[in-house]
């Protein structure tokens, strides 16, 4: 862990629009870091005003000084800043999250104090990151993710959720509905050889989905590696019962790794810390592990 920190500029970060609580809490972290900080640390509130638009406000926040820029958001919103922050060239700026969203696996998992205790303390240490490549070095293009990039199951579902409404009873019947029809994939891994997958999970983080525990892993990454956690092609009652065991026993001991390359033969969505985005048929994906690669509070 590094020295503490005493903050240049405090950068909150925030939906206006959100759903949840983001602007309520945003507002409620400015007042309280006015009392607990110096006189000399510039508090911003910044609100968003497009998709996207926190990669641009994190990496203009991140880029000179000693920065913290703090994302009131889900796992997605703080992917957006995590992304802008590594744009930024800084590597000493940090990163916070005050959790307001539906996905939280970050926050729930890292977080080890009330956030404004831990930027008033300053201490800041540093994790690893995960980082996925897409299409090659020539035509490719990189993100990171702070907590977990998963392919098949977990996507799709996603997706559909996304088009459903809201509620749990809802929800409920959309991920029946989804899972019914679900269907597995296959890649190309390295060695040539096909696979095919219900799920090819790629964890930062032990836990994910509020519930499921995906490995025995440390809740603190940053030992250099990222666990794969795969769920080959099965009988779909076998698939609900290792996702039960899962959210009660959780799957044990998974495999870590480096880093891990394959190539897609169809079009496949993929989530990146709750956000689903997607990648052509014959594409080249490489993960990697970026070892401590960000600054966040601890």
């Known amino acids: 862990m590094d020295s503490p920190r005493a903050f240049d500029t405090v950068s909150i970060i925030f939906n206006p629009n959100s759903t949840g609580d983001?602007?309520?809490l945003a507002g409620e972290l400015h007042?309280?870091?006015?009392?607990?900080?110096?006189?000399?640390t510039e508090i911003r509130l910044q609100p968003t005003?497009?998709?996207?638009?926190?990669?641009d406000l994190a990496r203009e926040a991140?880029?000179?000084?000693?920065?913290l820029v703090v994302s009131v958001s889900g796992d997605g919103g703080y992917n957006e800043v995590v992304n802008g922050v590594m744009d930024s060239g800084n590597s000493d700026a940090v990163c916070a999250v005050l959790a307001a969203g539906n996905a939280n696996d970050h926050s729930r998992v890292t977080g080890r104090k009330p956030l404004a205790e831990a930027i008033s303390e300053g201490h800041v240490?540093?994790?690893?990151?995960?980082?996925?490549?897409?299409?090659?070095?020539?035509?490719?293009?990189?993100?990171?993710?702070?907590?977990?990039?998963?392919?098949?199951?977990?996507?799709?579902m996603a997706i559909d959720l996304e088009k459903g409404s809201k509620g749990a009873i809802?929800?409920?019947?959309?991920?029946?509905?989804?899972?019914?029809?679900?269907?597995?994939?296959e890649i190309r891994q390295k060695n040539g050889v096909r696979r095919r997958f219900d799920s090819l999970v790629f964890a930062n983080i032990s836990q994910m989905a509020k519930y499921a525990t995906l490995s025995e892993a440390d809740d603190h990454p940053s030992d250099g590696k990222f666990e794969v956690i795969t769920f080959p092609h099965m009988a779909?009652?076998?698939?609900?019962?290792?996702?039960?065991?899962?959210?009660?026993?959780?799957?044990?001991?998974?495999?870590?790794?480096?880093?891990?390359q394959f190539t897609t033969l169809k079009p496949i969505p993929y989530q990146i810390d709750g956000e689903v985005k997607s990648v052509a048929a014959r594409t080249d994906i490489r993960i990697d592990s970026v070892p401590r690669a960000l600054a966040i509070l601890g």
């Open 22 to 24: 983001a602007p309520k």
């Open 31 to 40: 007042e309280q870091l006015r009392e607990l900080l110096s006189d000399k």
């Open 49 to 55: 005003e497009h998709a996207g638009h926190a990669i």
């Open 62 to 67: 991140a880029a000179a000084g000693n920065a």
């Open 125 to 156: 240490r540093r994790i690893d990151l995960l980082r996925i490549s897409t299409g090659g070095n020539s035509t490719g293009r990189s993100e990171y993710a702070h907590s977990y990039i998963g392919f098949g199951l977990t996507p799709i």
């Open 170 to 185: 809802k929800e409920m019947f959309s991920v029946v509905r989804t899972f019914s029809k679900f269907k597995p994939f």
């Open 236 to 260: 779909k009652w076998r698939i609900l019962l290792t996702a039960l065991r899962a959210t009660t026993k959780g799957l044990g001991d998974q495999p870590s790794m480096e880093s891990y």
